[in-house]
Nanobody
């Protein structure tokens, strides 16, 4: 199983970024997918920021609802994370992952398979 991420970088507050993740080694159309992030220096684990089920239904935590959008293209085995109105507190390393479990607020998530991560920095 391989998850290859792209996108990320530096953006000003209020800006937008789109992350992509190409998945191989699984039957892509039959797996739910998630995005999670980890902020450096906080000592916290992975924070779930959204996910998409096989039928295209999406779920988000309150912290990103209305700003982040997860989508998938089953023809390209790719999952996307569109991030709008970015805030400095969104700065983190973002990971795509296989699976979708919605944690209780404040709880970290773990995945058997995830990408290597991509840095997103929101700063003026």
């Amino acid at each position: 199983v391989l998850l290859m991420q792209s996108g990320g970088g530096l953006v000003q507050p209020g800006g937008s970024l789109r992350l992509s993740c190409v998945v191989s080694g699984v039957n892509f159309s039959r797996v739910a997918l998630s995005w999670a992030r980890q902020s450096s220096g906080t000592g916290k684990g992975l924070e779930w920021v959204g996910g998409i089920y096989t039928n295209g239904t999406t779920r988000y935590p309150a912290s990103v609802e209305g700003r982040f959008t997860v989508s998938r293209d089953n023809t390209q085995n790719t999952v996307y994370l569109q991030m709008n109105n970015l805030k400095p507190e969104d700065t983190a390393v973002y990971y795509c992952a296989i699976g979708l479990i919605i944690p209780d607020p404040g709880y970290e998530v773990k995945y058997d398979y995830r990408g290597r991560g991509t840095q997103v920095t929101v700063s003026s």
